[in-house]
């Protein structure tokens, strides 16, 4: 008898994995990467340097990852096979702004989570603090009202649970007539989840991660770091628990095309150490980001129809830099957003979230990881240039490691990482997809939940690994349900919602007379 394939060694498929293992199905889990498991969580070849007469090793990973207080399943997941990590709580976050040779700073993480004031008016708490006002000028109080507005208007329309997708609205039209440093902060926020400039992020998009972060709840916006990278911490312990279970996974198999078997279930084509190779799945759950899910479904005869009318998100490629010093940062949170005129677009000081760098920063130093989400300009450069930039920004955020540079180096990652929106209703491919006996998961995959990113991945993989369980008669597993907003959230979004179905009736009605 065939057994289920699942194609994609990420957080989604591993899950997928795990779950169907745990019915007895024994999956076979095929992962394009010949070395690691993780896909955007997965680690990669260490990193060696000597510094005072010492030899250096540090793992190299995707990037720093963060658990936010509403992924329960997730976190439920991994407490389950008892695989759950020692968390490292996040304390606060900084927020930089660059202006030419004016750098200014104001701690904001913990006045958003920890606010006296409910949600959504929960911001408010930020204009509280002296630092704030550093950050803000009279054009930027003169906006609020512009801002509180744009707010409110996320507020009255739920991307997800209706398929809306805002066609033709950014990021950028959301935040028109907003003073410079309001679309500073808020663009900063965008690009730290979506990875793109506001004139590239759909304002569905937008919405989905407001409401399912920050705007809607106070405390969505806590969140616990990983001890280490997150493939030691997460998807190597996944990937033991697939095989511990009876399940198998196949490394360096690059699927190719999907054919559909005469008697049901499919034929999976892959590439494998150069050569083509065929194996036969009962059911497939394909856990893929969405470049590569789109090509291999184009790629597929029995697809390829259907799947051309489909909504694919973007994948954006991203940079992750890490530069050790000899010296400390003084007066900043172990992490935060940056934004302005810098290139780099949040930081993160290792030293004080994982404990392999720990020894570094006992030694008297270290060692800070950022981004840089792009533009696609900005990242077509060569390595020398960008990491000149780079340096010359953390010198600025941080003058006081000023000439205190022991090692930096670049790590480029593919056009993976998902700017998430979504499509209108009928343009979207859902966990039980078109197909029979195929499934989809995946952190651009549509579902009705709320969640994104990591979150996101796990909970459409239950989804689909469900819908095949149903299909076949088993017991499903347990899909907990997401944090529900705060009650004046609640009663605001209710009553936005209302105003924004008024008008629309109202502007029906003046179309027919």
């Known amino acids: 008898m065939n057994r289920p394939v699942v194609i994609g060694g990420g957080v989604a498929g591993l899950t997928a994995a795990v779950k169907l293992a745990q019915r007895g199905l024994r999956p076979l889990l095929l992962e394009a990467d010949p070395e690691w498991v993780g896909g955007r969580l997965k680690d990669g070849p260490p990193v060696e340097f000597e510094s005072n007469g010492r030899r250096w090793s540090f793992p190299s990973e995707h990037g720093v990852h963060g658990l936010w207080s509403p992924y329960v399943n997730l976190k439920a997941l991994l407490a389950e096979l008892d695989i759950a990590p020692n968390y490292v709580p996040a304390q606060d976050e900084t927020w930089i702004l660059g202006d030419g040779s004016w750098v200014r700073k104001a701690k904001i993480g913990r006045t958003i989570r920890k606010s006296k004031i409910p949600a959504p008016l929960h911001y408010l708490q930020l204009f509280l603090k002296p630092s704030m006002w550093r950050m803000m000028n009279i054009h930027d109080w003169a906006s609020l009202p512009r801002v509180a507005g744009g707010l409110f208007a996320a507020m009255s329309i739920d991307p997800l649970a209706e398929q809306n997708a805002l066609k033709g609205l950014s990021l950028a039209d959301m935040t028109a007539g907003w003073s ?6 808020f663009a900063g926020l965008a690009r730290n989840a979506l990875a793109a400039e506001a004139e590239e992020i759909p304002a569905a998009g937008w919405i989905a991660f407001l409401r399912f972060y920050t705007l809607m709840r106070r405390d969505a916006w806590g969140f616990d770091y990983l001890p280490t990278g997150g493939g030691t911490a997460v998807c ?4 033991q628990k697939v095989i511990e279970l009876g399940g198998e996974i196949m490394m360096g198999a690059s699927v ?15 590439r ?10 009962a059911q497939v759950v394909m856990a893929l980001d969405a470049p590569s899910a789109q090509t291999l479904l184009l790629n597929s005869l029995d697809t390829a129809e259907t799947a051309a009318a489909l909504y694919f998100p973007q994948g954006i490629p991203t940079a992750i830099i890490r530069i050790w010093f000899d010296g400390k940062p003084q007066r900043v949170s172990e992490a935060g957003m940056i934004s302005g005129d810098f290139i780099i677009d949040n930081f993160f000081w290792l030293e004080q979230l994982q404990e392999v760098y720990r020894p570094w920063g006992e030694a008297g130093g270290s060692v800070i990881e950022t981004h840089i989400y792009g533009p696609p300009e900005l990242l077509d450069q060569s390595d020398a240039m960008l990491l000149t930039q780079v340096a010359r920004d953390v010198h600025r955020a941080f003058p006081e490691l000023r000439g205190r540079r022991q090692h930096i180096i670049l790590q480029r990652n593919e056009a993976t990482h998902t700017l998430f929106s979504v499509g209108d209703a009928g343009e979207n491919l859902t966990v039980k997809t078109p197909w029979p006996d195929l499934y989809a998961c995946g952190d651009w995959v549509y579902h009705e939940n709320p969640a994104l990113y990591l979150e996101r991945a796990v909970t459409t993989s239950l989804a689909a690994v469900n819908a095949l369980l149903t299909d076949q008669n088993l017991e499903p597993h347990e899909i907990f349900q997401h944090p529900q907003p705060e009650l004046w959230a609640q009663y605001m979004s209710h009553w936005w919602q209302g105003v924004r179905v008024r008008l629309l009736r109202r502007a029906r009605r003046k179309k027919v007379f």
């Open 180 to 185: 410079p440093n309001m679309r500073a902060m």
């Open 236 to 239: 190597e312990p996944l990937a």
């Open 256 to 270: 190719e095309q999907l054919i559909r078997g005469v008697d049901g279930g499919w034929q999976v084509t892959m």
């Open 272 to 281: 494998r150490a150069g050569q083509i190779e065929t194996v036969a799945a």
